[in-house]
């Protein structure tokens, strides 16, 4: 479940206590990203949750590796000197987990803790304070993954500042071989534990109790560490655009912005893909769509290009995922190229040639590996009676709900409507998919739920998920990695259904449609980039309206 809207006297939830997380296991054996992503997770539910890692706190006291003594990673006899400097680093950590617990409720130590007389000492203190300690191992056998990790993460710390690459994974191999001599694994019965074997490949479990630790062990059995991209984009432009009762098609400009998000997406990808020495065709790109016409018809560009590619025969139905009916493409001749459609559309829309022919500019890759799902949770927020409404008008018809939906955007719930908070109970699932999915993702969808699911993968809080602007036109890239997510916005289309600055000199664009306010709360792109692209416009998501 998402946050709850209630507080309690203690701050605690679920009747749980205070949990304190033990990290053991072997350097380079995915401790910090599996600490930071049920960290991410738990916050969501609302759980006030911190990470205390040693190696961090030992460079903000001590500074990089350069910095210590030779003895200091060494587990065997040690110098005075660095005794004394170790002594402070974990009297300092373990201080910070005690400040944390007098507000808090679970703490994740990402430490080694690899020897079995340490972590027994550390775990009897907080549990004598009544505090339920959790011991997580992280072991790992993989050695695609161990050095993965070295090379992505550990050599670019600032222990390795100015190192070769090379010798600082030599150099990083033999810290953990040092480690390996004095590590004892799990095996005491004394605790409550949970072994994860090679990053969610195995799960193992003992003595587990209550539903916060439950829910943890939930989680953990749904990640991984493998390398991908999520995309987010939103749905082109509806002939409809301010009802949500109206179902509506893609209007001809949407159609166009699907071939623009198309070509721009491949194009990305294939960049992305060719930095990890990858082409499109070695891994697949799943494409999430919501059930409304405008969202999964936006995916339709995609399934062509595929189709196009994979058989020379455009008669051959394409089988989308999520439904046990293959939905059939015809080729519509009106268009140059024989462009795929809907057989409905085909027949009953007349579309110029212009606005949905292929780019030429971005050739298709031979060999692309597409899946599209439709999702029903990922239908955009129901606005209930303000459905059609303008801001003016909600204003004054409704002005008492007016001023609470002003107050607090997030957990308002209008008459017949849903509030963020409903909308973000109900994507919950897909929060657990998305940490599951192994391949490359893009997620076209409303607004609304966008907000949603980047503010869960950034780590936002709850509150300032109505305030992300998602305008129209703009392509997110997020890319999970061990300490957190790393994201990237680039801007793409200016056609209609995105608004444009006139003193900017922006055109080919329009006033965007006020009345479907209560999904677009947080949209306004003035002041942004409106001319078109002809390289990659990058910025951050904080200089792109999260706020």
């Known amino acids: ?9 203690s701050g605690l939830l679920f009747h749980a206590g205070k949990i304190l997380v033990l990290t053991i296991g072997l350097p380079a054996r995915g401790k910090t990203h599996v600490s930071r992503s049920l960290e991410r997770y738990l916050r969501w539910m609302g759980v006030k949750t911190q990470v205390v890692s040693l190696g961090d706190y030992r460079r903000k006291t001590l500074g990089g590796a350069q910095k210590l003594p030779a003895d200091y990673f060494h587990l065997g006899e040690k110098s005075p000197e660095t005794i004394a400097l170790r002594k402070k680093v974990s009297d300092g950590c373990e201080q ?11 703490v994740i130590y990402d430490a080694n803790n690899g020897t079995r007389a340490a972590r027994q000492k550390l775990a009897e203190r907080f549990h004598n304070k009544g505090i339920h300690v959790i011991l997580l191992e992280s072991v790992c056998d993989n050695k695609e993954i ?4 070295i090379r992505s993460v550990k050599i670019s710390s600032p222990d390795y500042r100015g190192w070769d690459p ?3 994974v030599e150099d990083y191999y033999t810290r953990i071989r040092d480690h390996e001599e004095y590590y004892d694994p799990v095996e005491e019965k004394d605790w409550p534990y949970i072994r994860i074997i090679n990053v969610g490949e195995k799960i193992m479990v003992n003595n587990i109790k209550g539903y916060l630790q439950s829910r943890i062990v939930f989680f953990l059995m749904n990640i991984h560490n493998r390398p991908r991209t999520i995309y987010f984009a939103r749905s082109g432009q509806s002939l409809i655009e301010h009802s949500y009762k109206a179902d509506s098609d893609l209007s001809p400009a949407g159609w166009e912005y699907a071939e623009r998000l198309k070509d721009f997406v491949i194009e990305r990808r294939a960049k992305n893909l060719a930095q990890r020495g990858l082409g499109t065709g070695d891994q697949r790109l799943v494409i999430w769509t919501s059930t409304r016409r405008r969202a999964h018809h936006t995916a339709w560009p995609f399934l062509q290009a595929a189709a196009s590619v994979s058989s020379s025969n455009l008669a051959t139905p394409i089988a989308t ?5 293959p939905i059939s493409v015809i080729p519509y001749h009106g268009l140059d190229g024989g462009k795929l459609l809907p057989p409905t559309l085909a027949s009953s829309l007349s579309i110029p040639a212009p606005l949905i022919h292929t780019s030429t500019s971005t050739p298709t890759p031979n060999n692309l590996n597409i899946k599209v799902i439709e999702k029903p949770q990922m239908s955009e927020i129901n606005p209930g009676i303000w459905d059609g409404l303008t801001p003016d008008q909600a204003r004054k018809y409704y002005p008492q709900d007016w001023e609470r939906f002003v107050k607090d955007p997030y957990s308002f719930r209008a008459p017949r409507a849903e509030s963020y908070h409903d909308l973000s109970v109900r994507i919950e699932p897909l929060l657990i998919e998305l940490e599951r999915e192994k391949e490359d993702l893009l997620i076209i969808g409303h607004a609304s739920v966008i907000r949603c699911l980047l503010a869960y993968l950034i780590g936002l809080p709850a509150s300032e998920i109505p305030a992300i602007e998602i305008a129209r036109g703009d392509l997110l890239e997020v890319v999970p990695a061990s300490y957190g997510v790393h994201c990237k916005a680039f801007h793409f289309w200016d056609g209609p259904g995105r608004r444009v600055d006139e003193s900017l000199g922006g ?18 792109t003035k002041g942004k980039r409106t001319n078109a692209v002809t390289r990659e416009p990058e910025a951050s998501i904080g200089a792109l309206g999260v706020v």
């Open 321 to 325: 995922p999520g439904h046990a009916t």
């Open 96 to 106: 910070q987990i005690w400040d944390f617990f007098k507000t808090g409720q679970v």
């Open 146 to 149: 161990i050095e993965a990790n």
């Open 1 to 9: 479940m998402v946050a709850p809207l209630y507080t309690t006297d």
């Open 166 to 168: 090379d010798k600082a």
């Open 507 to 524: 055109s080919g664009g329009e006033q965007k449609d006020p009345n479907n306010f209560y999904e677009n709360y947080a949209e306004d």
